[in-house]
């Protein structure tokens, strides 16, 4: 880092921190700075949200499907018995129903041809 004389100086331990970019070490002669830094670059995670939209179902469905695909053992399994008790909900109230909705469609076709 050159100072305001336009001598060069080593870096304060702030500046270190802060400084994005290949710098030479004090007492280094190999030139081998660019790889120490490469080696020594910590790198930070990040988090991605992801909207769904501001529906309530699509956002309910999208947390759903995060639990049970990224989530830990526990939010997975409580993932899995919704999904069960869904299935369950479905396969013995909805299937009864367009089971009873199609006859009623059958018996209404039926007294239309024996009415006429």
Request: hydrophobic content about 45%; glycine content about 10%; cysteine-free.
């Amino acid at each position: 880092m050159a100072d305001n004389d336009g001598n060069v100086r080593e870096m304060t331990r702030t500046e270190k921190n802060f400084y994005r970019g290949v710098t030479i070490d004090a007492g280094s002669t190999d030139g081998s700075s660019e790889e120490n830094f490469r080696r020594e670059k910590k790198y930070s995670t990040r988090t991605a949200y992801v909207s769904y939209g501001s529906n309530f179902f699509t956002r309910l469905l999208g947390s759903f499907l995060t639990a049970l695909l990224k989530g830990n053992r526990l939010a997975q399994i409580g993932a899995f018995l919704i999904g069960l008790a869904l299935a369950a909900l479905a396969f013995f109230v909805a299937v009864p129903i367009l089971f009873f909705l199609l006859a009623l469609g059958i018996g209404f076709v039926l007294w239309s041809k024996i009415s006429r």
